[in-house]
């Protein structure tokens, strides 16, 4: 009974230290990239990069970023693009997934064998491009949000999770004088809260890390994405040169960087604990039933 114990205290020791190891190499790196934001050039050049803990603690590079106010204006764009944008893909692809749920529609294998083929094939950039062009939202945030209304992939898990709920639900409700407006928004969409939480996170980021697409379509200043703007921000940084007395007072490029990866990194860190326990249920959504 005592050897049974002991190795059972062993078994616990490993597995805390394992977990301990898991943890400090998550976190470590976030550690890395806020230290070396708040870190003066002199003494990331004097230790050679690695710094955990800046003994003197500069906002340089976050002033460089913040200067003259754009960065504000850019937030604008991307969290009308994030809200408008996901609330919109959410609205498109459940309402594209519900009808394509049920067997009864017609044509629905056709329509299923066209959506899949957009998973595999495109048109490109260019063709993507002409066709933003020729109907007007050049220059617009909304070129940013309707090219991309429905992703293909979350189309069909959702459609996979609703075809998981019983179609008696729906019966039930059609006998008791429920419409299918009413039938989505009071029956299927709070029995799907974990698809929904999962795929609108997805979303969510993928328009919160996008740039390329801002990139291609968005010419004016006052209507770039704020990953569009640091990239503008790192390319015009000042580049390490001269003596120590020099580099103390210039911008450092790298910590301009990891102060970029702060301000993106930062607003989804926030908000993920928040959806957390909807996106541990949704993980599995769409898998087939045991």
């Not at 078994?11 to 898991?22: E, M, P, R, V």
């Not at 609330?87 to 749920?101: E, G």
């Not at 004088?177 to 999962?198: D, K, Y």
Request: proline residues 5%; hydrophobic residues 55%.
């Amino acid at each position: 009974m005592e050897q049974v114990t002991i190795w059972s205290r062993l078994g616990k020791g490993l597995n805390y230290t394992l977990l301990s190891l898991l943890a400090a190499s998550c976190v470590i790196p976030f550690l890395y990239v806020i230290s070396v934001s708040l870190t003066p050039i002199a003494e990331v050049i004097k230790k050679d990069g690695l710094v955990l803990i800046p003994s003197t603690i500069t906002w340089t590079a976050y002033e460089e970023i913040m200067q003259g106010g754009r960065l504000f204006d850019a937030y604008q764009v991307t969290i009308f693009r994030v809200v408008v944008g996901t609330l919109l893909n959410m609205l498109f692809t459940v309402m594209m997934a519900l009808p394509l749920s049920r067997k009864a529609l017609p044509g629905r294998s056709g329509i299923l064998m066209f959506i899949v083929f957009t998973m595999l094939f495109n048109g490109g950039m260019i063709p993507s491009y002409l066709i933003v062009k020729e109907v007007g939202l050049l220059n617009s945030e909304w070129a940013l949000i309707i090219p991309g209304l429905v992703n293909a992939f979350y189309l069909m898990i959702v459609k996979s999770f609703f075809e998981q709920l019983p179609e008696a639900i729906d019966e039930a409700a059609r006998i008791d004088g429920a419409g299918e407006i009413s039938i989505l928004f009071r029956i299927i969409l709070p029995l799907s809260m974990p698809v929904i939480a999962t795929i609108g996170l997805f979303y969510a980021v993928w328009h919160w890390n996008s740039y390329f697409d801002a990139l291609l379509y968005i010419n004016s200043p006052e209507n770039q994405p704020v990953q569009l703007f640091l990239r503008q921000i790192l390319l015009a940084s000042v580049a390490i040169s001269g003596d120590a007395a020099e580099a103390a007072n210039a911008v450092n490029p790298v910590s301009v960087q990891m102060a970029s990866v702060v301000v993106t990194t930062l607003p989804i860190v926030a908000v993920y604990p928040f959806i957390q326990k909807h996106f541990t249920k949704g993980v599995l959504v769409g898998s087939v039933k045991g």
